[in-house]
Every structure is written in C-alpha cells, then in structure tokens.
C-alpha cells in the first residue's frame, strides 16, 4: 500500500557529496522503519542506512565510516541518503525501501515495500 518514489540519482563526482531522497505515499502510518540498500553489477543487495519512523533512531553500515546519515524531511513523509566524499566503489543501484512492523530487523533486505531504484555513478 505504500508507493515510494525516488530522486537524486545519476552521476557524481567522486569527493564531493551525494543526496538521494525517497517520498513515501499510501498507508504510510503503518511504516515501522525507512531505509537504504543498494546493489552494485553482480553483486548482493546490501544495507546501507536506515531510521524508525517514529522516534528517529538511525543505523548505518560499517564499511561508510561516517560518511553517510539518514536525514528525515518535515513533509511528504519524505528521507534523504547524504553521501558525503562518495567513491567509485560506491556505484550502484540505490534502493529505498519500508517495513511494516518490526519483523526481521532494519538491517535485512527483507522488507514489505521497495522504490524503483535509481543508478548511481560515481566518477574518478
């Protein structure tokens, strides 16, 4: 029931900053958690950043080292990705995706609803 639409995406400079966005519609009430995953050319989709919908708690891969948060927006129910010094290693196809309820955890690629997803390139 919720739709979850995507912006920012295509290509990025490699030290500078990244900042994807995700507005979610429908039944947004029943949203547990909002997050990020991305899944690069023949590889496993992976997590990258995720927050609580209410209470605002947010989580992070490791392998980012502070390079990323999880901004919430005011209106739209709408989040950000804020990629800052983004890598080539970076590139992907950037997924944003919602849960329900507390089942599986906010770290799994299991969850109840995804975006389209947007490619991301990051150039040297």
């Known amino acids: 029931q919720v739709q979850l639409v995507e912006s920012g995406g295509g290509l990025v400079q490699a030290g500078g900053s990244l900042r994807l966005s995700c507005a979610a519609s429908?039944?947004?009430?029943?949203?547990?958690?909002m997050g990020w995953f991305r899944q690069a050319p023949g590889k496993e989709r992976g997590f990258v950043a995720a927050i609580k919908w209410s209470g605002g708690r947010t989580y992070y891969a490791d392998y980012f080292k502070g390079r990323i948060t999880i901004p919430r927006g005011n209106a739209n129910n709408t989040v950000y990705l804020q990629m800052n010094r983004p890598k080539p290693e970076d590139t992907a196809v950037y997924y944003c995706?919602?849960?329900?309820?507390?089942?599986?955890?906010?770290?799994?690629?299991?969850?109840?609803?995804w975006s389209q997803g947007t490619q991301v390139t990051v150039s040297s």
């Open positions: 429908g039944r947004t009430f029943s949203t547990y958690a």
């Open positions: 995706a919602t849960e329900t309820g507390e089942r599986v955890g906010v770290r799994t690629i299991d969850k109840d609803c």
